[in-house]
């Protein structure tokens, strides 16, 4: 996979050493991913590379901001009394989801017909496989637009769909990340450094 991405490092020390708390960023609209999503476009999904590897993966999530707007139901029995009803959005890791899957995001009926806005954290649940197929730093990762009225059948239909807006959409991982050779030679010399500077007691 070779994909152009920005991400963004943290590193913790601690104790003279690399303490296992790294965490990388990476902005999925620089992997294309669109801003709106709605019963037309309701899916997307991208390759990706965050360009280190992993010994562990401890956890996975989105952090990410929008807006959702609901969409307007009617019972078919009824067509005459139309209600707002929740629409979301959600993610999903690996080919196929491996497991991994945020809970959707819903919103948009209280507020109707202005949109509910969000930002937060949805973290990808961790199941039988703890991310190992992610350790190399290569997935897939997928985005889809969700609507409750699926949980309905078919006594209530959409007269109109909602729709859920991106402001912001970023993949992160916390784990602990395998240095390159030349990072530990660079942290080995470093050391040896400190070592020979310090003066004796």
Do not use: R
């Not at 920005?6 to 960023?25: C, R, S, Y």
């Not at 999503?37 to 562990?56: A, I, P, R, T």
């Not at 109707?112 to 992610?134: I, K, R, T, V």
Request: proline content about 5%; charged content about 15%.
């Amino acid at each position: 996979m070779k994909t152009k991405v920005f991400i963004t490092f943290l590193f913790l020390l601690a104790g003279g050493g690399v303490a296992g708390a790294d965490i990388v960023e990476l902005d999925l609209f620089s992997l294309g991913c669109p801003t709106n999503f709605d019963s037309n476009s309701h899916s997307w999904s991208s390759e990706f590379d965050l360009g280190v590897q992993f010994s562990e993966i401890t956890s996975v999530y989105i952090d990410w901001s929008g807006e959702i707007t609901a969409g307007l139901a009617v019972e078919v029995d009824n067509p005459d009394d139309p209600f707002p009803i929740d629409v979301g959005v959600f993610s999903s890791l690996g080919i196929p989801f491996d497991g991994h899957l945020t809970d959707a995001l819903w919103g948009g009926e209280e507020t109707y017909p202005a949109p509910e806005s969000f930002s937060c954290l949805s973290e990808f649940l961790n199941g039988s496989d703890p991310f190992s197929y992610l350790y190399d730093g290569q997935s897939v990762i997928t985005i889809d637009y969700t609507e409750k009225i699926f949980w309905f059948g078919s006594d209530i239909i959409y007269i109109e769909h909602g729709s859920v807006v991106l402001n912001s959409a970023k993949l992160v991982v916390e784990g602990t990340i395998i240095p390159e050779p030349s990072t530990i030679v660079f942290l080995g010399f470093g050391i040896l450094g400190i070592k020979i500077k310090t003066p004796k007691n």
